[in-house]
């Protein structure tokens, strides 16, 4: 087993005890397992194997550059969905062919970036996308290569804010004005579709939405051809969820098996957008106890010296967590709501959690904090972005050090 294991009383990654990792580097601070990070992408890989396909791993689940570099030497391609994601990707050594450049808004700085380097798709939103790809090539005298985001108005069945595929929502092209769009965009010189993109959510537990995404790739795939424009692949995107709560969810085989049937029939290869499967489980967020004071009622709040700053998932989608206390303590349970410092009521990791009464300076972890951590802390407050760590071969390496308020400050007047 590979990841956050208990050995005795204590939390330990990959063998390597979490507290002296925290008291040598500091908390808030980040933990990733490299050899879970690996298990979980060749998981995926596996599950795919016997069919042509490419894994793109979505940089916006963690892109710190370690992190991107390990699931390069893997094997993986990268997903990016901004200009900086591209040149994270870069200096990670994924080569222009090696990306897909997905996302609603594109600017037209980005787009040139993206034309210029070569990338292997361009993910386009809108026609007015395409307009913007054809016309930015054309003054290159090059012909850029897309990807048509479908909208197939699938409920993805997960929260509303990370559901991407319904007509309602801002993504893609309403699937049945696809089969026009593209033979008009026949007659542009400078960009070739050779691709189908859907892409309809986030921490998907249900196959269904994911099979009928595929199912509307693929349809469309034949119709496309039977008009004249044949594409060469089909990208699922990602959304394969993970559990939080240790309720049983499917896992890659469960996925491969549900929607390679129905992608086979395209026999065209896949390309697969993963990134929280990969990454969430695979790291945690370490956390002290700064204060402890009765709530009201029997419970407690805990203030820990992370919050929404560092974790915004349970703030922003009601998400669920376990917390749990890095040595496991003998102390009675209390029913504990479990905060962070900053000056926002919604600023909450876990509510009504029964925990072994905390003390002042005790060490938590957040757990499956790997994906939509890190990238999306915040200095709100004035906080600082934490320290970032890789368990790798039984030792903890930075991968990313603690930010300064020196290097907040150098950006200002
Ligand atoms: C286009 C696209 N691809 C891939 C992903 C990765 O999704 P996930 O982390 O759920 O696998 C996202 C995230 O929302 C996305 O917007």
Redesign the pocket.
């Known amino acids: 087993m590979t990841g956050f294991q208990r050995e005795g009383r204590a939390l330990a990654c990959d063998g390597v005890a979490l507290e002296p990792i925290a008291a040598a580097h500091g908390t808030p601070l980040y933990v990733y397992s490299s050899a879970a990070i690996a298990a979980r992408y060749r998981a995926i890989d596996g599950a795919f194997a016997g069919y042509p396909h490419a894994i793109h791993y979505?940089l916006?689940?963690n892109s710190t550059l370690a992190i991107a570099r390990l699931l390069r030497d893997l094997g993986s391609n990268a997903?990016a969905?901004s200009g900086g994601e591209i040149d994270v990707a870069l200096r990670a050594g994924f080569t222009p062919g090696q990306i897909v450049f997905?996302g609603v808004g594109k600017t037209n700085d980005e787009l040139a970036r993206a034309i210029d380097l070569g990338v292997r798709s361009i993910n386009v939103e809108s026609e007015g996308e395409i307009a913007r790809v054809d016309a930015l090539s054309r003054q290159r005298g090059v012909r850029t290569t897309i990807a048509v985001r479908i909208n197939p108005d699938v409920d993805a069945r997960t929260h509303p804010h990370?559901s991407?595929g319904l007509k309602t929502n801002k993504f893609g092209i309403p699937l049945g004005d696809v089969p026009a769009l593209c033979a008009r965009t026949r007659d542009r010189a400078n960009v070739e579709i050779v691709g189908l993109h859907a892409?309809v959510g986030?921490?998907i537990t249900s196959l269904e939405p994911l099979q009928h995404a595929a199912t509307a790739l693929v349809d469309l795939a034949r119709a496309l051809a039977a008009a004249g424009t044949s594409i060469r692949h089909l990208d699922i995107?990602?959304?394969?969820g993970v559990s939080y709560d240790g309720s049983p969810v499917p896992d890659a085989q469960d996925y491969a098996n549900a929607v390679l049937p129905i992608l086979r029939q395209a026999g065209l290869s896949i390309v697969l957008?993963?990134?929280?499967?990969v990454i969430a489980p695979a790291g945690a967020l370490l956390t002290r106890v700064i204060d402890v004071k009765p709530a009201g009622d029997d419970r407690l709040f805990v203030i820990m010296d992370a919050g929404m700053t560092e974790l915004i998932r349970p703030m922003m989608y009601n998400a669920f967590h376990r917390i749990e206390p890095v040595v496991r303590s003998d102390a009675p349970e209390n029913s504990c709501d479990v905060v962070g410092p900053l000056c926002e009521s919604s600023d909450t990791l876990g509510r009504n959690r029964m925990l072994p009464r905390p003390e002042v300076g005790q060490l938590y972890a957040v757990l499956d904090a790997g994906?939509y951590g890190s990238v999306m802390a915040s200095n709100y407050n004035r906080r600082l972005l934490p320290a970032e760590v890789l368990v790798e071969a039984g030792a903890a390496r930075v991968i990313r050090r603690r930010q300064t308020l020196e290097d907040v400050l150098a950006l200002e007047a």
Do not use: V, Y
Request: proline content about 5%; charged content about 20%; aromatic content about 0%.
């Open positions: 979505a916006k689940a997903d969905n997905t990370i991407t892409h986030s921490q995107g990602g959304g394969l957008e993963p990134g929280r499967h994906a």
